[in-house]
């Protein structure tokens, strides 16, 4: 079954956006767990323009007693990032190719050119523990070469899919997207994936096999505004329960 992974960086751009701490990202992630979501997700960027690395720690703070519930942290795999993983060590670090002033992650790694830049990273976070996760786009080469890595997983970045939701190229694009997690199940990679999914296009996403977790955030925190958050919740762990 596909777990549903919240990601709250949303509520942090709020925060910031008056200076106080309201709302308060902790409290926020604990009204979702509190709904029965098992996941949060958080994208610390360099100039903590939402996530800063203090609510990383509270994060941590919070999820690590709670049996069954997952700390993800997600982010380019700088010196900074890698020092505040060790730190927090949570329950899964997933790597993106975002540059510092990238408004959001528009595409996954390329094991082509960065595999060897990733090889002692991901050797390093294995030491912490943390299950490693690599935002890859659903390209099959791709997925062999990451099978070779040190990676646990792999997140298939999924703005294509929802871009394509519905239009006459989403077959072949759904079809792109099932081969790519057919083959990485095969490989012996375990499968997440994210960007731009939403109550509408999640259902289908989700008859794909072996989708471990989704990490849903700017879709569903506009959805919480218009449909209220126990609502949302109630929708997206039905999709997720409803999974392949
Ligand atoms: N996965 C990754 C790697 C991301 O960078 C993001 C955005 O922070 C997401 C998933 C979630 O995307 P969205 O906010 O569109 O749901």
Known sequence: MTELSVNVNKLALLRNSRGHDAPNVVEFAKKFIDLGVKGITIHPRQDERHITRQDAR??????????????????????????????????????????????????????????????????????????????????????ELAAKSQADRIELYTEEYAREFNSPKHAEVHQRYHDAAVLATKLGLELNAG??????????????????????????????????????????????????
């Open 58 to 143: 509270d994060l941590g703070n919070l999820i690590r007693p709670l049996a069954g519930i997952e700390l993800n942290i997600e982010g380019y795999p700088s010196e900074e990032f890698l020092l505040l993983i060790e730190e927090v060590k949570p329950d899964q670090t997933t790597l993106v190719p975002d540059l510092p002033d990238q408004l959001t992650s528009d595409h996954g790694f390329d094991f082509h050119t960065q595999a060897e830049f990733l090889a002692p990273i991901l050797d390093r976070l294995k030491k912490t523990g943390t299950r490693v996760s690599v935002f890859l786009d659903p390209d099959l080469e791709q997925v």
């Open 195 to 244: 960007h731009d999914l939403n109550l509408d296009n999640l259902a289908k996403f989700v008859t794909i096999p072996g989708i471990l977790e989704v990490s849903i955030g700017h879709a569903l925190i506009i959805e919480c505004l218009e449909y209220g958050m126990p609502y949302v919740a109630r929708q997206y762990l039905a999709i997720c329960a409803a999974s392949a």
